[in-house]
């Protein structure tokens, strides 16, 4: 029999960092679902890649920028008017620290 990999302590934590409330039912099949999706990424390490060239894009693209053109802006009211808050031409944002 194998290990099992995934453990109830490990759905509460993940359902705690994606800040999701989970009951009982449902730990239960995400814990089973999260196992399974494991034993699949597992089987990845059967492939053989010895000749498979590392990659960090799927397309062979180098430097793809766009010209960097000066335009018109919108006007400050413009960006502003649907700011939940705003202090003169200022976004005003909850202070973080």
Request: glycine letters at 2%; zero cysteines; a negative charge.
């Given at each position: ?15 705690k960092l994606a800040r999701i409330e ?29 000749n498979v060239i590392p990659t960090y ?41």
């Open positions: 029999m194998e290990k099992k990999v995934i453990k109830r302590e490990d759905v509460e934590y993940l359902s989970l009951n009982e039912q449902e730990k239960n099949k995400f814990e089973k679902e999260l196992e399974k999706i494991l034993e699949y990424v597992s089987k990845l390490n059967e492939v053989n890649t010895e894009h799927v397309l062979p693209l180098k430097n793809v920028f766009r010209e960097d053109i000066q335009g018109e802006s919108m006007p400050k009211l413009e960006i502003l008017k649907n700011a939940p808050d705003r202090d003169e031409n200022f976004f005003k944002v909850p202070r973080i620290i």
